[in-house]
């Protein structure tokens, strides 16, 4: 960052650029230390505008998937985010940013379960119906962004992908139920006899 005189955000582009020019070599020699049934997990910047407009995540997941590896994307949404619907709109609109540009299968994910103290309304955040975001929205934000808010909600429901699993890091249960969610998007172990308990999202308010 010194020698570049780069702040933090354009250090962080110029080192995945770095990777990005370094798929062929570097990255495919450390991935060639793997077995065929290894589960590698790659925790990526939070970043959005690596998952929205620029090319590298694009080109890193091609990379891996031409070397055979099944991918998916583990999108990870603060809980915070469900106490202001502007917010929870936000967090939508970047996981449907991600969804766009990835193409990949994704499972989203409401994280810190654990900090949230009222959980009773939390069924309309996993899966959200635009018509209920949009009155919440009208009631929270001026007449002259009623049009906006519509708008944006529209391309929610248009793609209809956007849904979320709560994630309970004191729940196994809860740790389980994304463990299988993720495993059948990447179809990992699916030679093996694997039974999976139907998750009900109650469970949370235990």
Known sequence: MEELGLGPNGALMYCMEELEDNLDDWLTDELDN??????LVFDCPGQIE????????????E?????????CVVYLLDSQFITDVTKFISGCMASLSAMVQLELPHVNIL??????????DIGKYLNPQ???????LNQRMAPQFFKLNK???DLVDQYSMVSFVPLDLRKESSIQYILSQIDNC???????DVKVKDFDPE???D
């Open 34 to 39: 793997y077995m065929d049934d290894d589960y």
């Open 50 to 61: 690596l998952f929205s407009h620029v090319p590298v995540l694009r080109n890193f997941v």
């Open 63 to 71: 990379h891996l998937k031409s070397k055979n590896f099944n991918v």
């Open 111 to 120: 994280s810190k379960m654990d900090l949230v103290t009222n959980k009773r």
């Open 130 to 136: 635009g018509q209920v975001l949009l009155s919440e």
């Open 151 to 153: 708008a944006l909600i």
């Open 186 to 192: 990447i179809q990992y172990g699916e030679d093996a």
């Open 203 to 205: 469970d949370i308010d």
